[in-house]
């Protein structure tokens, strides 16, 4: 039989420790193999000395190795203050670590105890349904419809081309760099997350701070710009009916914010329910999504159906810009097209073998939308007749004029309808999206007096309805600009390029500048190519920032509506918070409770004793076991 012993600094510990995995605790066992005792050593000696002589004949020679065995550990602790190099940034967990927690513990758990947090929330989202969401968010269809303002708008057919092609390069590095973190760090924090860790702790809370308020700007506004949009395309179906019919801004505002509450009662739902509604949206977002692409060149009125490639692949420039400029601002619709994959990062607590399954969504999700994007759009381009009659059309909704144009009456009318069953699930998805991200945020004090409250979890539900009405709260407001006019509410489009484009690509730069070979990645890693693709991805970001705040028009043209009211809209509310965090915030908000270096405080290692590899004192133990659970003393 087996004798073991470990040393806890903590009297107050259980009287016994296993861990399931032979790999956790390498070379932590103290053991004569002819002993059948088995106890648990706390540093109090004499006592415990005491209780081994009562259970055990053999505890001289137990005595014996644990001295032996506290001269070699500290021994080994001086060598490695002396030759070891500053600990890695991360928060995964590696060989010897084990998260201090005293309930048995699922890999997940186990990993999500080394970030700092507890788990919450109930892990019901598999790899597909997290997947789901992201691509349920991204909605293809009605993002494409909605943004044809800021594509076509700018640049003509090659922003739905060429543009397209160009501009997605960029956007898949920024999701695989965003993809190598989520692995790392797999919490609804996210980029936030990242960024403390990689930060470190001088200028880490400041770096939360940023990024965390430029995520949370680009989440609250998700769900308005999209209602926004669903609105638009109901009220569209209504003057397509009724030529007669004009929505007024009250209209839009009303139909918009009664979308939001029904998305908002969606999302309060328990998260088994929020993972099948999305499963369902999923599947109805591809399927209408297909069948778009097979009605448009099949059930078209038009003859010829398809423009030549001299045409499709051609610049309509109706900016005041250079013909270059106006594909690059072109990027705007692409951007905030491609911007949902982000969204599994937040759900990597409530998923099943996050530091894999997360980051594979993330990827799947943005290249996915690549492919069928660059389909959709470039069917777009082959099939429009009348680039500026769509957006002079009194429908006020490019998307349906250009389906108006192309398709009799009633097709155009069933395509829309897809368009808004579409958005409406997108909308869902980002309500679902934004929530996880205030209440990370608010777990770690972000929202000052209002964290208590947005922090909490729904008893009965098991999710954060009070982060999701919150989140409501502020996108009815958000809402407000549209009585500033079309190009003040377009603001809100903006953001959702601007804003998260920082958040993505401020921690890559922390990671590739100030963390470097420090940095230890998740089992999804990009190896070799980690840095040249966050150097694309952080190049990117720099250059595009600036022109995503360009308007349309310049000089005498220029006016009030015409203006883009990006850089008051967004860059206000973050130069606000910056000013908060120096003037007041610093002295509390320390951000996201992490555990860089995965010290895990209150435990001293025996480092003597038997190799815990040797196939002897490992049998019995399933390789499940190995993987998915861990019993450890705090």
């Keep these: ?77 001086a060598s490695d203050e002396e030759s070891h190099a500053p600990p890695p940034v991360t928060s995964m967990l590696t060989t010897g670590d084990v998260p201090d927690h005293l309930t048995e513990m699922s890999a997940d758990e186990a990993a999500l105890a080394a970030l700092g947090y507890k788990q919450e929330f109930k892990r019901e989202f598999s790899g597909w349904t ?6 349920a968010v991204m909605g293809l269809l009605p993002s494409i419809g909605t943004t044809m303002w800021y594509g076509l708008g700018y640049a003509g057919p090659a922003a739905n081309t060429w543009g397209w092609i160009l501009s997605v390069i960029f956007i898949l590095c920024v999701a695989m760099s965003m993809a190598e973190l989520a692995s790392s760090m797999p919490t609804s924090g996210g980029l936030y997350y990242a960024a403390t860790v990689l930060a470190g702790p001088k200028y880490g809370p400041l770096a939360a701070w940023i990024t965390g308020w430029a995520n949370w700007l680009v989440q609250v506004t998700g769900a308005p710009s999209v209602s926004y949009g669903c609105a638009g395309m109901i009220l569209a179906v209504g003057s397509i009916r009724n030529p007669g019919y004009v929505p007024t801004d009250w209209q839009t505002f009303l139909l918009t914010v009664l979308i939001m509450i029904i998305q908002s009662c969606l999302s309060s739902m328990p998260t088994r329910w929020i993972a099948n509604f999305n499963s369902v949206g999923t599947i109805v977002n591809i399927a209408c999504l297909l069948i778009t692409i097979i009605i448009i060149p099949a059930a078209s009125k038009v003859s010829p159906k398809f423009q030549p490639s001299s045409f499709a692949w051609s610049i309509d420039n109706l900016t005041d810009f250079p013909d270059g400029m106006a594909v690059m601002m072109s990027f705007l619709a692409i951007a905030w097209t491609m911007s949902g994959y982000d969204s599994s990062f937040h759900l990597a607590e409530e998923c099943s073998n996050a530091a894999v399954a997360t980051p594979r969504s993330i990827v799947m999700t943005a290249a996915s939308g690549s492919v069928f994007g660059f389909i959709l759009n470039t069917l777009i381009a082959y099939t429009i007749q009348d680039l500026e009659a769509i957006f002079d059309s009194d429908l006020g909704q490019p998307w349906a004029a250009y389906l108006l144009q192309i398709l009799p009456e009633n097709t155009a009318v069933a395509v829309l309808a897809m368009t808004i069953l579409c958005a409406f699930s997108m909308g869902q998805g980002c309500m679902v999206s934004a929530s996880r991200v205030c209440f990370a945020y608010a777990r770690d004090d972000c929202y000052g007096v209002l964290s208590p409250v947005l922090k909490q979890v729904n008893s009965y539900t098991l999710t954060p309805v009070n982060a999701v009405w919150f989140n409501t709260l502020i996108g009815v407001l958000c809402m407000l600009l549209l009585f500033g006019g079309d190009a003040s509410i377009a603001a809100i489009f903006s953001i959702g390029a601007v804003g998260a484009y920082i958040a993505f690509v401020l921690p890559v730069f922390i990671k590739i500048v100030f963390v470097g070979n420090n940095f230890r990645p998740g089992p999804w890693n990009l190896g070799k190519f980690s840095t040249p693709i966050g150097i694309v991805s952080c190049t990117f970001a720099l250059v595009m920032m600036p022109i995503f705040c360009f308007p349309a028009y310049s000089g005498s043209d220029l006016t009030p509506e015409g203006m883009n009211w990006t850089c008051v809209v967004f860059f206000g509310p973050m130069l606000f918070f910056i000013i908060w965090f120096f003037v007041d915030a610093h002295k509390w908000f320390k951000g996201p409770k992490v555990n860089i270096a995965h010290h895990m405080h209150g435990r001293e290692t025996i480092t003597e004793g038997v190799d815990v590899k040797d196939p002897a004192h490992t049998q019995g133990e399933s390789d499940g076991d190995k993987d998915s659970a861990v019993k450890a003393a705090s």
């Excluded at 103290?30 to 209780?51: G, K, T």
């Excluded at 997290?130 to 691509?135: D, Q």
């Design 1 to 77: 039989m087996l004798c073991e012993a470990i040393v806890l600094c903590d009297p107050s510990a259980p009287t016994k420790l296993r861990a399931p995995s032979s790999n956790l605790l390498p070379r932590a066992l103290v053991s004569n193999r002819n002993s059948s005792a088995r106890v648990l050593v706390s540093p109090s000696a004499a006592s415990i000395v005491v209780f081994i002589k009562q259970l055990c004949p053999f505890h001289d020679h137990i005595q014996s190795h644990l001295q032996h065995a506290q001269h070699s550990t500290a021994t080994a602790m």
């Design 130 to 135: 997290t997947f789901a969401v992201s691509f």
